[in-house]
């Protein structure tokens, strides 16, 4: 099945199920029944069924389903609930503080999942249009091969020429450059301004050189491309994988808030 | 100006099986049979018998009981018994155990949680191993680069199972290292013996040039192989034992292509299309007479046709696939209609060759003459088969690709992709890890799930070639043709059964790398092994630490199959049997 049908198909589902869940409960609220009761259990359901699928990653070897599978189910899950969570809140934000915050932590919880979603089908694709493969947490060593490399150019020039322009460049500009992933915001909006501005600040600095300083700028030139390749996988792959430590705890903080709600509404609420 | 660098043009014998092989050796082998009754005069003085004998053969000696070749195994080197004897154990053979295999049974669903907390701390941890390694058998080393496995009961062997003795003089083991094929039965030294061993060139160039020895060979194939590959073909089936053995009688055998074209592909790989594909042997040409069917009986062929000045490749054939049955039918149609007919004309409407076919590596071609075809096989088929045998190729249209799914436009493969697969020869694999890395955000999920299946220990490398937004991850692709088990001294990688995935049976692996330097992927890593408190295992002798080859399993053992591609949560790896073009197709075009 291709992806486009698959699309479809989950999303004509899930449509046809917040349709239904929004019959129920008009019904439910016309039968004059407490209908936030409904929506309230619907909710935990489906957040408890949600958080499963960390739970379904860590036992990768028990054969429960492809991992693939478990994700549409946590995806278009995910939309039904947030169309539970409107309902249960009758579309208002609420006015208590626990309950406040518990609205926080959901919207928090979702809005963390559809920007993950987001970036994981966007960032994957513009990893691989622009940048070779590289594992994460080898960056800071291939960053620091860059700078010893970056180094030993600058030294060369040096004492082969006897001038300190690209020397004083490094200086100023590179050092700092070449001690660390650099420019993360700007990667993950996509921007391209500090590279540019560096590359023409490089590219100013070369008026001042002769050939064979020019030699060394150019090699200078492409180091400070490659890094800023690994500075553009750094961003992207960190945000890749940053967006689950929001996600994540704020899904265990909203279980254990929806316990206490839970809690409350029993004991003081008037349910039963 | 740089000067030159010059160096002799390297040359056939520049490296020979064996030292060993003096003249004295070499004169008594040629005054033993069969080579004693070989005429000489049919050598060329550049390729002498004697030459052959001292430059692609050695003499091996073995003990009682030493195994000589497994059944199941994948050889390049036909034996020769020069003293003693040795047995053929006869159908149904040893058990897998008994020939240093591992049995690899799944864990059940406890085991497999139990990994989470049992896995160990340190890369590469074994237990301690054993000297008694498998029921029945043992192994020695024989110098510093052979190890043996010998039977330690061979009585009771002899007792327990059938088994055929061969005597000096008598050749075993050609058609598996011709055909490239795995050995069909186990063959073990009884007492001492003394073997020559031929190696695959060795045996390529003798039956070449003596016809005894080419009948001999060919009578072995008709006999034991080749009615049952006639049979399985499709458009065969239907046809009774007699007609078979008719077409068998008048099938002629062809070989193109290096023996070891895993290591011509390492040398080639980096090269341009146009250098690689004039390597690549033309077994017929687009625009030649169709004279006759062609069967792939082992490896590869690419399938190309002419755009302009270039080749394009429309889709690649396996073992069991035919090339040519489209334009036979199409002639044999044009010649019952014009029954009487002829001339000039005639010969204009003749329907060519649509297509080129070369050998990728190593193929093995069984031609099945056009006049044998017209007469036995085409008035036999159905209208329906005609027409559905008969249709041209029409890649220059599109690649959709012929007899799969043909009403679905998702079978359509790219032709960038097509070339990419082929050139690599990632056709090889029946189950190629292929990464959609527009879909893979690199969360090394994958990598995670192989680890907690393998003792924390992560069997590929999410990493490899690259062709637009697909990558071939460095994972083992237990490939059709599995280069990395010729030559393995022990047997301890090989196929799995009744799966077919290529395993290693760390047990017996002797760490000799064979395997790894073989692999054309370069799938294959050797390790240095750990015991439990991560200090490494060594040798007692040189205290060099032990090695290990590890490679991909496929999950064997694991509960719900290749865990990398059920931990994947988008859709983003799959591992593809590279001969099911439909399901490669619609992945590709999801």
């Known amino acids: 099945m291709t992806f486009a049908k698959r699309r479809w198909r989950n999303g004509f589902i899930t449509l046809l199920a917040g349709a239904a869940l929004v019959a129920w409960y008009s019904a439910y609220d016309v039968a004059l029944y407490q209908a936030s009761f409904l929506t309230g259990w619907l909710l935990l359901g489906a957040v408890l069924i949600l958080a499963l699928y960390n739970g379904r990653k860590k036992f990768s070897m028990l ?68 940048s070779e493969e590289v594992v994460l947490e080898r960056i800071p060593q291939f960053i620091a091969a860059l700078r010893q490399e970056a180094e030993a150019v600058v030294l060369a020039s040096a004492t082969e020429t006897g001038s300190s322009t690209i020397a004083d460049f490094y200086g100023n500009k590179l050092s700092a450059y070449f001690s660390g992933p650099r420019n993360t915001w700007l990667h993950v909006r996509g921007s391209r301004r500090a590279s540019f501005a560096l590359t023409t600040e490089l590219k100013t600095m070369t008026r001042y050189l002769n050939e064979q300083e020019m030699l060394h700028a150019d090699r200078l030139i492409a180091l400070v491309e490659r890094k800023d390749q690994l500075d553009y996988v750094y961003a992207l792959q960190s945000l890749l994988k940053a967006w689950l430590f929001v996600h994540i705890p704020t899904t265990y903080g909203l279980i254990a808030l929806a316990l206490l709600h839970l809690l409350l509404v029993y004991s003081f609420g008037g349910a039963v | 100006m740089v000067e030159a660098v010059t160096i002799q043009r390297p040359r056939r014998w520049d490296a020979p099986f064996s030292e060993d092989m003096d003249q004295a050796e070499v004169d008594r082998i040629l005054a033993l049979e069969p080579f004693r009754d070989m005429d000489r005069d049919r050598f060329p003085e550049s390729l002498p018998l004697a030459g052959i004998i001292a430059n692609d053969t050695r003499l091996v000696r073995y003990q009682d009981g030493d195994i000589i070749m497994r059944e199941g195994d994948y050889g ?145 194939y008709r006999e034991r192989s080749l009615a049952s590959h006639l049979q399985a073909t499709p458009m065969f089936q239907h046809l009774d034992e007699a007609t078979i053995a008719r077409i068998a009688d008048e099938t002629l055998f062809e070989t193109y292509g290096d023996f070891d074209w895993q290591t011509q592909y390492q040398r080639h790989r980096d090269e341009s299309f146009n250098r690689r594909l ?143 697969l082929v050139e690599h020869r990632y056709i090889n694999g029946t189950a190629t890890m292929l990464v959609d890395l527009d879909r893979c955000t690199r969360c090394d999920e994958c990598v995670l799930a192989c680890a907690r299946a393998h003792d924390n220990n992560p069997r590929f490398n999410r990493h490899g070639r690259r062709h637009d937004h697909y990558m071939v991850a460095n994972a083992c692709m237990h490939c059709m043709d599995p280069v990395c088990m010729i030559g393995c001294p022990t047997g301890a990688i090989h196929r799995a059964s009744p799966g077919g995935q290529v395993v290693i049976n760390d047990t017996t692996c002797i760490g000799c790398a064979t395997c790894a330097g073989s692999c054309p992927y370069d799938n294959i890593r050797m390790v240095e092994v750990r015991d439990g408190n991560g200090a490494f295992i060594r040798d007692t002798n040189t205290n060099a630490p032990i090695a290990k080859a590890t490679k991909c399993d496929l999950c064997l053992d694991q509960p719900g199959g290749p865990a990398c591609q059920r931990a994947c949560p988008h859709d983003a790896l799959k591992r593809v049997d590279m001969q099911d073009l439909s399901d490669l197709g619609r992945w590709l075009n999801r």
Do not use: C
């Not at chain 2, 690649?316 to 199409?330: D, P, S, T, W």
């Not at chain 2, 209609?337 to 297509?355: I, P, V, W």
């Open chain 1, 63 to 130: 054969p429960m389903g492809t991992a693939a599978t478990w994700l549409q189910v946590h995806i278009y899950l995910g939309l039904l609930a947030v169309l539970i969570f409107a309902l249960h809140i009758d579309w208002q934000m609420p006015n208590g503080i626990l309950d406040s915050v518990l609205a926080l932590f959901f919207v928090t919880a979702a809005g963390s999942g559809m920007f993950g979603l987001y970036i994981s089908r966007r960032y994957a694709r513009m990893l691989t249009r622009r």
């Open chain 2, 76 to 220: 390049n080197s036909a034996f020769l018994v020069v003293n003693g004897q040795v047995r053929v154990l006869l159908p149904p053979g040893l058990p897998e155990t008994m020939l240093g295999r591992a049995q690899t049974a799944k864990k059940g669903l406890m085991q497999a949680l139990a990994q989470l907390w049992r896995n160990r701390p340190y890369a590469e941890v074994r237990g301690a191993y054993s000297a008694e390694q498998s029921g029945g058998t043992a192994s020695r080393a024989e110098g510093a680069h052979q190890a043996r496995i010998f039977l330690q009961d061979v009585p009771a062997i002899l007792d327990n199972y059938r088994s055929a003795t061969l005597a000096a003089a008598d050749m075993f083991g050609e058609i598996a290292a011709l055909g490239r094929t795995q050995r069909t039965a186990t063959v073990f030294s009884d007492g001492p013996s003394e073997l020559l061993e031929i190696r695959w060139q060795g045996l390529r160039d003798i039956r070449r040039r003596v016809d005894d020895f080419r009948r001999h060979v060919d009578r072995l």
């Open chain 2, 278 to 420: 004039a390597e690549e042997p033309v077994i017929v040409a687009e625009g030649d007479y169709p004279d006759g069917l062609l069967l792939v009986r082992a490896g590869f062929a690419r399938v190309s046709q002419m755009v302009n000045n270039g080749h394009r490749t429309v889709r690649y054939i396996g073992r069991g696939a035919v090339f040519g049955m489209a334009e036979i039918i199409q002639n044999w149609h044009r010649d019952n209609s014009d029954a009487g007919g002829g001339g000039a004309e005639e010969q204009d409407r003749t329907t060519a060759l649509q297509a080129t076919l070369r050998g990728l590596g190593y193929v093995d071609i069984l031609r099945v003459p056009t006049a044998v075809i017209e007469e036995f096989v085409l008035p036999t088929l159905s209208a329906q088969a005609l027409a559905d045998y008969g249709q041209l190729d029409d890649a220059r249209i599109g690649f959709e690709l012929r007899h799969e799914d043909k009403g679905a436009g998702h079978t359509k493969m790219d032709s960038g992709i097509l070339e990419f």
